[in-house]
């Protein structure tokens, strides 16, 4: 593996992948206004119950994750045939379209273009997968634990400014379709950079078949799989119970702290920099002195811990407490468990091995919000933070309990 493509490679990727995170995070302040705020002139469902609002917030944030565990793997095959800069580029274009169609269907109400453009928006994600394999193309196995954390540091610093610029665009236009108009500008932009300066990582092999059911047969793939059973079922554990955090943490903060679509965009801001801390600290030291299966003993608790400290914190002060746990759990937990599973498969597999688990983690983010939606309407909004935690904390039971003798090593 070339040291300079490295060097290039790398950079290239983390600007991508911050371009496109940056879009994704602009939704996250204002969803919660637009679907459970009714004093917010830009609420969208009036006329619907408090259960009913949390469910189409469920469904809203379920049906991006489900597109993603369908295409991500899909995607991450053609991008095995025909490399990953091909892929990479339709990524970035179908998300900036995406980005377009939900201001539009803000501007015009209208609540079925609203899903219409998050699932196209799922067909984009698929991106981070291909990233993941791009990176594994020119990464030595024992630094790819390392350069993973690119991705994550990339997501981190999207959450800083996405989400702060969503907020504050809305907050002095008045209009919550006005950041998404941005958003699909920085599509374009990023368009145009990937398809000038990212040289491709893989020359590709065209004698794959394709199956538009490769998700499903993913699955079935990763539990087939004795030795790496495992660490797939663990992280997809992982982000079912971070999913029911993530698709409700914006919605308790509005609902029960009060906070407005820009305070909600500073509260992720925050949390996307104790996730490049993470990313760009904390990784880095402890994979110098700790393997994967060691941190993750300890990662994966601290998960659990601080999605269920959320959901009972009784002040807002106390949510800037917990930030440092999360961030730090997870983004240690995602990035060791993507590198036990490059380190079970070849070269030429990396991008299916990455799309399986996409299609695990986009299963589980598709899945996540919904039952989170019905059962914070039944429950209550404490519901998703304590399932959460008991989902985090069965990733770690299956690492260490029920299969420690037959997880990758």
Request: proline content about 4%.
């Amino acid at each position: 593996m070339s040291v300079v493509k490295t060097k290039r490679v790398l950079p290239i990727l983390f600007v991508t992948l911050l371009l496109d995170m940056i879009g994704i995070g602009m939704i996250i302040p204002i969803i919660p206004i637009i679907l459970t705020d009714p004093s917010s002139p830009s609420f969208l469902l009036h006329g619907f119950g408090t259960s009913a609002q949390y469910l189409i917030a469920g469904l809203l944030t379920g049906i991006f994750g489900l597109m993603q565990f369908i295409a991500a793997p899909i995607l991450g095959e053609f991008s095995d045939a025909y490399g990953r800069k091909r892929l990479l580029t339709f990524g970035v274009g179908v998300l900036a379209v995406a980005q377009l169609m939900f201001g539009f269907a803000i501007v015009i109400g209208s609540l079925p273009l609203l899903f219409l453009s998050r699932a196209v928006a799922g067909l984009a994600a698929a991106n981070f997968s291909i990233a993941q394999a791009a990176i594994a193309d020119v990464t030595e196995p024992r630094d790819r634990a390392k350069n993973f954390g690119l991705v994550g540091a990339a997501f981190g610093l999207g959450f800083i400014i996405g989400p702060i610029l969503g907020g504050w665009i809305l907050h002095i236009t008045g209009a919550a379709s006005a950041p998404f108009w941005l958003a699909g500008a920085l599509g374009v932009v990023n368009l145009m950079f990937i398809s000038l300066f990212f040289p491709e990582t893989r020359k590709g092999d065209s004698s794959h078949d394709f199956h538009f059911l490769k998700g499903v047969r993913n699955i079935q793939t990763a539990f087939r799989d004795v030795d790496a059973r495992p660490v797939y079922l663990s992280s997809f554990l992982l982000q079912l119970g971070f999913g029911f955090f993530t698709a409700f943490i914006g919605i308790l903060l509005v609902s029960r702290f009060g906070f407005t679509a820009s305070a909600v965009g500073i509260f992720f801001g925050i949390t996307g920099a104790w996730i490049i801390f993470t990313q760009v600290v904390v990784l880095r030291i402890v994979t110098k002195h700790y393997n994967e299966r060691a941190i993750l003993r300890v990662s994966l608790i601290l998960v659990g811990v601080a999605i269920f400290a959320y959901g009972f914190v009784p002040t807002s002060a106390l949510l800037y407490v917990v930030l440092p746990l999360l961030a730090i759990g997870n983004g240690l937990s995602v990035a060791n468990l993507a590198a036990l599973i490059s380190k079970g498969v070849s070269g030429e597999k990396q991008g299916a091995a990455m799309g399986i688990n996409g299609s695990l983690q986009a299963l589980a983010q598709g899945v996540a919000p919904v039952v989170a939606g019905v059962g914070a309407g039944l429950f209550g909004l404490h519901m998703p933070f304590v399932v959460g935690m008991a989902l985090a904390l069965f990733a770690w039971a299956t690492l260490f309990v029920f299969f420690k003798r037959r997880a990758v090593t």
